[in-house]
């Protein structure tokens, strides 16, 4: 029953309460700077690329695999 007594305790300071706590969360943050940003972004995007090259080769192997396969079995 201890659960649902925080869950009471939660909902008695209302949405001003929820605003004050994800203002002091925020505050904790710690944001990266112009440079880290454009740099993550850069590694994000290489890796997409390169994911999406791999997943494409991979399956052109896998489609001429069953071609191949239709062609000796039909």
């Known amino acids: 029953m201890a659960g649902s007594n925080s ?3 939660q909902r ?3 949405i001003g309460r929820l605003g004050r706590e994800m203002k ?5 943050v710690v ?4 440079k880290e940003l454009i740099n993550y972004t ?6 997409v690329v390169f994911m ?3 997943i494409g080769v991979v399956d052109a192997i896998f489609g001429e695999l069953i071609q191949l396969l239709m062609h ?3």
């Open 72 to 74: 000796i079995v039909g």
């Open 42 to 47: 850069i590694v994000v995007f290489v890796t």
């Open 12 to 14: 008695k300071g209302g």
């Open 24 to 28: 002091a969360e925020l505050k904790k």
């Open 52 to 54: 999406a090259a791999l």
């Open 7 to 9: 869950t009471v305790q």
């Open 31 to 34: 944001w990266p700077t112009r």
